[in-house]
């Protein structure tokens, strides 16, 4: 066996294995049993030994790569849950990466060399291995590796429009076209022209344009995602830092009436009106035990929050109920503000479409050793849907609405921490956990 077709092997190995890793990510298995693992293993590996041993194919078969991204799709659709259509375009664009290179490649190759593409393609013992095309494979083997170990929890292909997803079709489906120009039999003898790199170059002018198109239309689109984020952090600091102020104020007074009072209180005693000043005393402590601040945590910042937010629900008649127990939060005060502002407003949103009857939200706060976790829990109505661990609004108006989410969901993982999104049985769920540095 020729070092060329060993390395050829290895390679069929790696990219059909790293691409089953790199098309599936993030998304979970459908069953988490080390039995579905060693299937998936097998099956994969079956379909590369399968893959290389074929010799037609020793070199380089477009039809061969079509092939493999067909059966790998069904292989990753049947075993992981997640989203079709983006693992779908994520297999689909791997693999017509990889054919893009090698069709160079032999092309190249073909036109240094005086001979068809196909000629190239097909030779098995009657032509040597060509040094480009043993680094091209090398270089492959390398390039998947490292995006199968930098890509660990982020998508091969992630895009926020479906715009983009369209416009990634146009290159692929130019490559079908090509692809008989310098293959199909009544071409398949013919020398390699200038006129042929000419193609190849106007090919890769139109793909590239593409690409730049879909980087441009992403970073537009995250950029307004941002800037959104920023605009509804921002309220929401200015709504908390004017109903802290309002608090100030309130306690200013307070203060101010209750030296007032004081005077009054000294008054009755001085004349010995004790039993007056008696009555005056338990009325102004009943008053103040109902105006006295609730302390929720101890931690300024979450307490002055939690205090805002329930007034609010009263007014909505909104049950409340915060079961609270903690040491310390491992957040700044402004990204604690934003967290729990955003969660209790949606909640608050939600459960307001529901009856008045079962209008509520939970919330529990608790700490243990390092460990700070936060759940917060309300009822809704109609539909959720939850991709990539985050819940799509339900709102028309999607631009402007389900931005609050993704904030808090940047801010934990920001700090190292991790979220959990869900909503079943009628109950919406945010589950934070995150580990004191």
Request: glycine fraction near 6%; proline fraction near 2%.
């Amino acid at each position: 066996m020729s070092p060329g077709l060993i390395i050829s092997v290895i390679m069929t190995f790696i990219t059909t294995g790293c691409g089953v890793i790199l098309a599936s990510r993030p998304y979970p298995l459908r069953w988490n049993g080390l039995l579905a693992k060693v299937i998936l293993g097998v099956i994969v590996a079956g379909a590369a030994a399968f893959a290389s041993s074929n010799l037609y194919w020793a070199k380089y078969s477009t039809e061969e790569y079509y092939l493999r991204a067909v059966y790998l799709t069904i292989i990753i659709v049947i075993f992981f849950k997640g989203n079709f259509w983006k693992m779908f375009c994520q297999n689909l664009l791997y693999w017509w990466m990889l054919t893009i290179i090698f069709q160079t490649v032999i092309i190249v190759i073909g036109f240094i060399q005086r001979i068809s593409p196909r000629t190239y393609g097909e030779a098995i013992n009657g032509m040597p291995w060509y040094k480009l095309h043993i680094g091209a494979m090398v270089g492959v083997s390398i390039l998947v590796l490292v995006l199968a170990r930098f890509k660990k929890e982020t998508a091969f292909l992630e895009f926020n429009h479906r715009v983009s997803y369209i416009l990634l079709i146009i290159p692929i489906l130019l490559n079908l076209f090509i692809d008989p120009v310098f293959y199909s039999q009544a071409v398949a003898y013919r020398i390699v022209t200038q006129e042929t790199l000419i193609s190849m170059l106007l090919f890769a002018n139109v793909a590239g344009c593409v690409i730049v198109i879909l980087t441009i239309t992403h970073s537009v689109y995250t950029l307004r995602q941002k800037e959104l984020q920023s605009e509804q952090a921002m309220t929401l600091l200015e709504n908390q830092y004017e109903a802290i102020l309002q608090q100030a104020e309130q306690r200013s007074r307070w203060l101010h009436d209750s030296i007032q009072q004081d005077i009054l209180l000294l008054g009755y005693l001085n004349a010995g009106e004790t039993e007056q000043a008696q009555v005056y005393l338990r009325d102004r402590l009943e008053e103040k035990q109902r105006g006295t601040r609730l302390r929720y945590t101890g931690i300024s910042a979450m307490d002055y929050l939690l205090e805002y937010k329930s007034k609010m629900f009263q007014e909505y008649h909104l049950r409340f109920q915060c079961d609270a127990d903690a040491m310390f939060c491992p957040f700044p005060d402004e990204q604690i503000c934003i967290i729990l502002g955003n969660l209790l407003d949606n909640g608050m949103e939600a459960a307001r479409e529901v009856e008045s009857s079962n209008r509520w939200i939970h919330l529990t706060i608790r700490t243990e050793n390092k460990m700070f976790y936060m759940e917060m829990q309300n009822p809704y109505t109609g539909q959720r849907k939850i991709i990539n661990g985050t819940c799509e609004t339900t709102k028309a108006d999607g631009k402007n609405h389900g931005i609050g989410l993704k904030s808090v969901r940047e801010l934990v993982e920001g700090n190292g921490g991790t979220i959990d999104i869900s909503a079943a049985n009628g109950i919406f769920s945010v589950r934070i956990s995150v580990i004191k540095k």
